[in-house]
């Protein structure tokens, strides 16, 4: 029986034709994203935005009252809060800014929630409470701190491997990859306003993760064919080092996509942005192995002697007296 293929061996795409305005078109999402999230912002959970959020159902509707929720809570003196849809339509989530001095008050925190959940279940007897979180400004200042810092170590990190494991252009092709996925990413939660909270985080680590292994296949193949094929030219060697390699990339992505598009789809909210996130963290990863860590080696001068030990004075001396020059 012969085995199914779904990608042919004879494969030959020629990737690095359109690398200028797939670069160019890069370039462009990468500034939207970072003005999206300058602009709209990010929809910061409470792990971020500090104070309180409520979660509920009301189960007796099939819209929840959205606009007169915000208007109840804004009458008890906490200020505007965000009031949205959390899953289905009768179910929604309240996110409220407490100020610092109640916030730093775990007492006076849950005084305000208590109240919170009592003026809604006295205002609407549907009303049913799913969950209540309590995070101090203090403490979602530190998150976000945080988090910036766990982002760009791994970013460095990786870029640090990349360049030990090769050269210092992969490594900075790497890098550059990395922060296309990570702004396209951050990019399509200001969009879209999905709530950004730890759990985000960890899809942008696993987006990271991802790309680099992509991009550390793609690389070493790279790698290999320098040495093979020493008079090719750049570009029909990056070509044929990411078809040779298509196989493995197609496979590894409708893996992943195959477990990620029903959760996505049939899944809980609470996941919802998890899986969002690290969907379109597997097109963006493979897109940006191919088009932005692979022209960068071409414009960065990578060539056939990339990998060759360079001959030092002390080497051609040595050959010298041997009488081998």
Do not use: C
Not at 149 to 177: K, P
Not at 190 to 200: D, H, M, R
């Amino acid at each position: 029986m012969k085995l199914l293929k779904l990608v042919p061996d004879d494969t030959n795409i020629k990737f690095l034709k359109w690398r200028v305005p797939f670069f160019v078109v890069s370039i462009l999402l990468i500034a939207a994203s970072w003005a999206l999230v300058m602009t709209k912002g990010l929809n910061y959970g409470v792990d971020f935005a500090g104070g309180l959020e409520v979660r509920a159902t009301f189960t007796e509707r099939t819209d929840a009252p959205v606009a007169q929720l915000r208007e109840d809570i804004e009458n008890l003196g906490y200020g505007s809060p965000v009031v949205q849809r959390f899953g289905e339509d009768n179910q929604v989530s309240i996110r409220v800014r407490l100020p610092d001095e109640v916030s730093a008050d775990n007492e006076a925190a849950q005084e305000a929630a208590n109240t919170v959940v009592e003026e809604l279940q006295g205002n609407y007897p549907d009303f049913r409470l799913d969950g209540n979180d309590n995070v101090s400004g203090k403490v979602s200042g530190e998150f976000r701190e945080d988090a910036v810092w766990a982002l760009m170590a791994a970013m460095l990190a990786v870029a640090l491997y990349i360049w030990i494991r090769f050269e210092w252009q992969f490594g900075v092709g790497g890098l550059f990859a990395l922060f296309h996925d990570v702004s396209l990413t951050l990019g399509m939660f200001a969009l879209f306003q999905i709530e950004f909270s730890l759990q985000i985080i960890a899809a942008i680590l696993a987006i990271i993760g991802y790309s680099l292994n992509d991009t550390i296949v793609i690389y070493d193949r790279i790698r290999e064919n320098l040495k093979k094929y020493r008079k090719m030219p750049l570009p029909e060697l990056l070509d044929l080092s990411v078809n040779e390699t298509l196989a493995r990339t197609v496979m590894t992505s409708l893996t992943l996509l195959i477990a990620l598009v029903p959760l996505l789809l049939f899944g809980p909210a609470s996941l919802f942005g998890l899986t969002a996130g690290i969907t379109l963290g597997i097109f963006v990863g493979t897109y940006s192995s191919v088009y932005m860590a692979g022209p960068l080696l071409v414009w960065m001068g990578v060539n056939s002697d990339s990998f060759i030990p360079q001959e030092t004075v002390a080497d051609k001396q040595e050959k010298k007296l041997r009488g081998e020059v």
